[in-house]
């Protein structure tokens, strides 16, 4: 027995030390890569922290699987570069120039001379903002990494889904919890997107945080925890707004909406008030001028952003009337009222329904039908979602839809590119998706037992209905 238990000590010696082996020699040619692989275990840590039985399993294997699909995913791209060709690759050219003008940075802080034109590209004001400051302060600390950078995107994608899925599971229940979950880590575009050097994954987390800790906020007891919360939720507005020119509107224009809406209903007679003031107020700020002349700057504007999209290269739609595709800057300065009011209208329907069968003149484009058809099953169980929502956790339901609704009201009217407005869109499936979690629970409840869709949980509620005829 003694000799067993030396073998298998030995044996567990010899293991250890291959993968400190291994480790160490990863960290020799990337540390970066092991740096963000440590951080991805302790995100799945994280992730499973308080859960136990099935749904510790479940959760724990869901992270695992969806970050391993995506590490598989940037391994491959980094085996399929031609270095006689190109030093590294990417999945987009925006991605692609986001790793170059990172590197590019880096050089520049550490006193390597980059050429003039390079120069140039990293001065240019045209898409210009910090994150590839960021970047570059990683690569600065661990050095260049055009691959493992991009493990950045994994991580800030995988901690946005737990924070998010941790939150979603306190306010309405595990099994929506764990619903909104799944779609959200196996979403086909976002998938896309989290092995990209793109923003997305970054801006997901950190609107992630802001409504998060806005919620602590809102349920902390003690000076202390509020003012962390506090302090949390306004560092991951500003570094949002750094980011990405409004997108600190898009998350603070849905906390605020959740905000308002959990105030008004604090009393039936708040409630009552607040829609008579909404409704005397909008009907005196319509007959004012100078409200009217800045509704039809804002829309005008927004036509010509739309006509913009519309002209740029891909499958485009239209939501303007002809005359405003023919001549653009004319047409706009002659915009009537029931010209941008069916504009508006157009492009909320666009917003749901585009890309439409005719948009589709591609593979590519019927590979995307299943998901165009998840998308519009999302928006149908969101509302659903949000009426059950309402009543089992106000105030995280009415951020989430808030979230949905002003990024909506931004993305929709500004877009005209089928492409661009799928990317675009995609912003608000990570905060729709726990919404459609709890549509879909509350249905099966009343599918199977005939129940009011509030109940509180599918498992303990059908545990307890009694069976209906």
Excluded at 30 to 58: H, M
Excluded at 127 to 149: D, E, R, S, T
Excluded at 296 to 310: C, L, P
Aim: some cysteine; glycine content about 8%.
């Amino acid at each position: 027995m003694t000799g067993v238990a030396n073998d298998r000590t030995t044996s567990w010696f010899a293991a250890t030390a291959a993968v400190a082996a291994g480790a160490a020699a990863v960290y020799a040619v990337s540390p970066l890569t092991v740096v963000f692989v440590l951080l991805l275990g302790s995100i799945v840590r994280r992730g499973v922290r308080g859960l136990s039985g099935r749904e510790r399993t479940l959760v724990g294997g869901l992270l695992t699987l969806a970050i391993v699909l995506r590490v598989l995913a940037i391994a491959g791209i980094f085996l399929s570069t031609n270095p006689w060709r190109e030093p590294f690759r990417a999945l987009f050219g925006d991605a692609l120039f986001t790793i170059e003008r990172s590197i590019w940075v880096r050089n520049l802080t550490l006193g390597t001379e980059i050429g003039p034109w390079y120069r140039l590209a990293v001065f240019n004001p045209y898409g210009g903002n910090v994150f590839y400051y960021y970047l570059a302060y990683l690569q600065v600390l661990f050095g260049p990494a055009p691959y493992a950078i991009t493990l950045l995107s994994v991580a800030a994608f995988a901690g946005g889904c737990v924070l998010l899925h941790r939150h979603a599971r306190a306010a309405f229940g595990a099994v929506p919890a764990g619903i909104g979950l799944t779609i959200l880590l196996f979403w086909p575009t976002f998938f896309v997107w989290s092995i990209s050097m793109l923003k997305e994954s970054v801006l997901l987390f950190l609107s992630a945080t802001a409504l998060v800790y806005v919620a602590r906020l809102a349920s902390a007891t003690g000076w202390w925890p509020r003012l962390g919360a506090a302090a949390a939720a306004a560092l991951a507005l500003a570094l949002l707004g750094s980011l990405r020119d409004g997108a600190i509107v898009l998350a603070a224009g849905g906390i605020l909406l959740g905000i308002a809406v959990r105030i008004v209903t604090l009393r039936t007679s708040v409630l009552a008030a607040a829609i008579v003031a909404i409704v005397v107020a909008g009907a005196a700020a319509s007959r004012r001028p100078i409200v009217r002349a800045a509704i039809a700057t804002e829309v005008e504007a927004a036509i010509d952003r739309h006509v913009g999209h519309w002209a740029t290269p891909g499958v485009h739609f239209q939501t303007a009337d002809d005359r405003f595709y023919l001549g653009r800057i004319e047409a706009i300065k002659t915009m009537t009222s029931a010209e941008g009011a069916r504009f508006l209208a157009r492009a909320a329907v666009a917003f749901v329904l585009v890309p439409l069968p005719w948009h589709i003149e591609t593979t590519s484009g019927l590979l995307f039908l299943p998901e165009q058809f998840a998308w519009l099953a999302l928006i149908a169980l969101g509302a659903v979602g949000t009426w059950v929502g309402l009543r089992r956790n106000v105030l995280s339901a009415a951020m989430l839809a808030g979230f949905c609704l002003v990024s909506m009201a931004v993305i929709a009217p500004n877009s005209g590119n089928v492409g661009t407005l799928i990317r675009h869109r995609d912003a608000i499936v990570p905060f729709l998706v726990w919404l459609s979690g709890v549509g879909f629970e509350s249905l099966l409840v009343w599918s199977v037992r005939r129940q009011p869709l509030v109940a509180p949980a599918f498992s303990p509620a059908l545990a307890q209905m009694p069976h209906t005829t």
